[in-house]
């Protein structure tokens, strides 16, 4: 039997300039070239974008909360693959859980609608209170969601989903990004870099609603500002792009002149593109999720990227899903959607370490305890 699978495994291509703007696939659109006049606009509009997300998101809390009421409850965090930035959200949920007094499971899968699927089933027959759906589009294991929620149990949506978007059948809560205004300052950063003169390939798993999501917005605002300059999206293999996507990168600077920057959405993809970049000092690459090791690499300068989408620190992201899954369990109101906060980084504000790039989210596992302790 063929297994299904929740992440990309074939490949695209799409020349998004031209798709976007009207013109044959792979081709440049060369009645759009841009006078001197639009282009000075264009690096105008780019660069206020690129500024709107440059600071940093206050932390918000949803207020008090008797954390009491959600002692011994079991939540279970599924998983859609093992890679960095989710583990690093894994581990902040299961100290978030302890300080709760909750019990916690985490599960990674292969990135494969069975496995996730059968973790929710294993987490209903094992009688969990809560389960998380990180990366896992709900829809894409409907059949399970619906047993856990006829099963009475609390399913959360975590980074599948923008700000607004309509939360799928059988779940109660979302963590979301706010897609539409961090797309815009990407293409800003990127707009503003090149003078408006970009070419620009950008990877991202078409089969993840998220990034296909972010890829469709970040192309729509770039070939909006920019007309003439060159983007093309290729579809990112989620699961197994650490074994493909070095090789790939090579494949695509050979075949792409003048490219000079490299969107990797996916932030645990960017040492793989940097190996496929080697000997090709001139291309910036621009990321996402903020990984520590990424930025670190930025600050000695041993890597292509330049700027990156940074979401708060992922221990915080799992205090933040276990506060909501506990609200959630016993149906406190106000807590079915939260923004996961996230700011653009760059040399101008990296500062010296995650520290300087979060000052206000220092002691957020006080922040959380405090408001646990408060009355409800």
């Known amino acids: 039997m063929r297994k299904r699978t929740i992440v990309a495994t074939g490949l695209i291509t799409i020349t998004a300039a031209a798709t976007l703007a009207g013109c044959g696939a792979g081709e440049h659109d060369s009645a759009a070239t841009m006078?001197?006049?639009?282009?000075?606009?264009?690096?105008?509009?780019?660069?206020?974008?690129?500024?709107?997300?440059?600071?940093?998101?206050?932390?918000?809390?949803?207020?008090?909360?008797?954390?009491?009421?959600?002692?011994?409850?079991?939540?279970?965090?599924?998983?859609?693959?093992?890679?960095?930035?989710?583990?690093?959200?894994?581990?902040g949920a299961a100290a978030a859980a302890k300080a709760a007094g909750m019990q916690v499971k985490v599960v990674y899968g292969d990135g494969s609608t069975n496995s996730a699927q059968a973790a929710i089933q294993q987490a209903i027959a094992q009688g969990a209170d809560g389960i998380a759906l990180v990366v896992v589009d709900p829809t894409t294991v409907q059949h399970a969601v619906d047993q856990a929620e006829a099963a009475g149990i609390v399913v959360s949506d975590v980074l599948n989903r923008s700000t607004g978007d309509p939360m799928p059948h059988g779940v109660s809560g979302q963590m979301v990004l706010n897609l539409p205004a961090e797309m815009d300052a990407m293409a800003g950063w990127i707009l503003a870099d090149s003078k408006c003169s970009a070419n620009t390939l950008m990877y991202a798993p078409s089969a993840l609603p998220i990034t296909a999501a972010a890829a469709k917005l970040l192309g729509q605002r770039y070939t909006q500002l920019c007309p003439s300059c060159r983007f093309e999206l290729k579809d990112l293999d989620y699961g197994n792009f650490?074994?493909?996507?070095?090789?790939?990168?090579?494949?695509?600077?050979?075949?792409?002149?003048?490219?000079?920057?490299?969107?990797?959405?996916?932030?645990?993809?960017?040492?793989?593109?940097?190996?496929?970049?080697?000997?090709?000092?001139?291309?910036?690459?621009?990321?996402?999720?903020?990984?520590?090791?990424?930025?670190?690499?930025?600050?000695?300068?041993?890597?292509?990227?330049?700027?990156?989408?940074?979401?708060?620190?992922?221990?915080?992201?799992?205090?933040?899903?276990?506060?909501?899954?506990?609200?959630?369990?016993?149906?406190?109101?106000?807590?079915?959607?939260?923004?996961?906060?996230?700011?653009?980084?760059?040399?101008?504000?990296?500062?010296?370490?995650?520290?300087?790039?979060?000052?206000?989210?220092?002691?957020?596992?006080?922040?959380?305890t405090d408001e646990w302790h408060g009355q409800p």
């Not at 000075?40 to 940093?56: F, H, P």
């Not at 600077?253 to 593109?273: F, T």
């Not at 690499?297 to 506990?326: C, K, Y």
């Open 242 to 368: 650490a074994s493909t996507l070095t090789a790939e990168v090579q494949t695509d600077v050979r075949r792409i002149p003048g490219l000079d920057h490299v969107i990797a959405i996916v932030g645990s993809s960017v040492p793989n593109v940097d190996a496929g970049l080697q000997g090709n000092a001139g291309i910036r690459v621009v990321a996402h999720d903020g990984l520590a090791d990424n930025l670190q690499s930025m600050r000695e300068n041993r890597t292509h990227e330049a700027a990156d989408f940074a979401f708060a620190p992922t221990g915080s992201i799992g205090w933040q899903l276990v506060d909501q899954q506990a609200r959630l369990m016993v149906e406190q109101s106000g807590a079915a959607e939260v923004i996961i906060p996230s700011r653009l980084v760059d040399k101008g504000n990296l500062g010296a370490n995650e520290s300087d790039v979060w000052p206000g989210y220092a002691h957020f596992e006080q922040a959380y």
């Open 35 to 91: 006078t001197d006049q639009a282009r000075a606009q264009c690096v105008t509009s780019a660069g206020r974008l690129r500024d709107s997300m440059l600071k940093e998101p206050a932390l918000k809390m949803l207020g008090a909360f008797d954390i009491t009421k959600a002692e011994g409850k079991s939540l279970w965090i599924v998983n859609a693959a093992r890679v960095p930035f989710l583990q690093g959200i894994s581990d």
